[in-house]
């Protein structure tokens, strides 16, 4: 495979054997599982984050909130819709050890869910974050 | 649907010595605020603390709260923040 793992973050993957041609993590289209898959997309893009339905039309205030937060800095993010995909919906809980959606990442780290994101925001701790996610 | 004081209690008994406030945000009970003081926080970021509240309301999380907004604190925040 030829996309650069940017940063591997440490998690046992279960049921998915390493092939000879990658070691890292993959999507479910490539014969990865729905832990692999978001351990993938959250390495590949600097802002990720799961919700309820999309930034222009999200399914939850929550979910609504937190990505209108990250729309504020004008960067570019990742948005997975869990309602359209009930594994990713389970594995995402999974995958962070945290039971809510929104969840949202950055630089490949586990950040929180919409209270923690309101929190950093209002306390000027994001952009700081976010533009060390862009720098590297 | 849950009681508030269930979580109240759930929330206490992992916690001990906390002072918790929960707050029904729709009259549903099932979209609750709470508002945690807690010396226990002292030293862990945002995340450890929220995970301590979804530890101690695992069972609840899966169904019967629909929302749970958190406000956490440490005794010495929330002074700071109250004064």
Not at chain 1, 9 to 34: F, M, N, Q, V, Y
Not at chain 2, 8 to 37: F, N, S
Request: some cysteine.
């Amino acid at each position: 495979m030829s996309d650069e793992k940017k940063k591997s973050i440490s998690l046992p993957i279960t049921g998915t054997e390493p092939s000879a041609s990658s070691d890292g993590p993959k999507t479910r289209a490539d014969g990865g599982d729905a832990l692999s898959e978001i351990e993938k997309v959250v390495n590949d893009h600097e802002i990720v984050i799961y919700m309820k339905g999309i930034p222009q039309q999200p399914m939850c205030g929550f979910s609504a909130r937190a990505a209108a937060i990250l729309a504020s800095y004008g960067k570019p993010f990742q948005a997975v819709d869990v309602l359209q995909d009930p594994a990713i919906r389970q594995g995402i809980k999974e995958f962070s050890n945290w039971p809510t959606i929104p969840q949202v990442y950055i630089d490949g780290e586990f950040v929180g869910g919409s209270d923690i994101l309101m929190e950093m925001h209002e306390n000027n701790e994001l952009a700081p974050l976010i533009d060390e996610a862009f720098a590297g | 649907m849950i009681e508030p004081h269930i979580i109240v209690q759930k929330i206490e008994d992992a916690l001990p010595g906390a002072d918790v406030d929960v707050e029904d945000l729709t009259g549903t009970k099932d979209h609750y605020k709470a508002r945690i003081v807690a010396e226990q926080f002292d030293g862990k970021n945002r995340v450890a603390r929220h995970r301590l509240i979804y530890d101690a309301l695992s069972e609840e999380m899966k169904g019967p709260i629909h929302a749970l907004t958190l406000e956490v604190f440490t005794p010495e925040e929330w002074e700071r923040r109250s004064s």
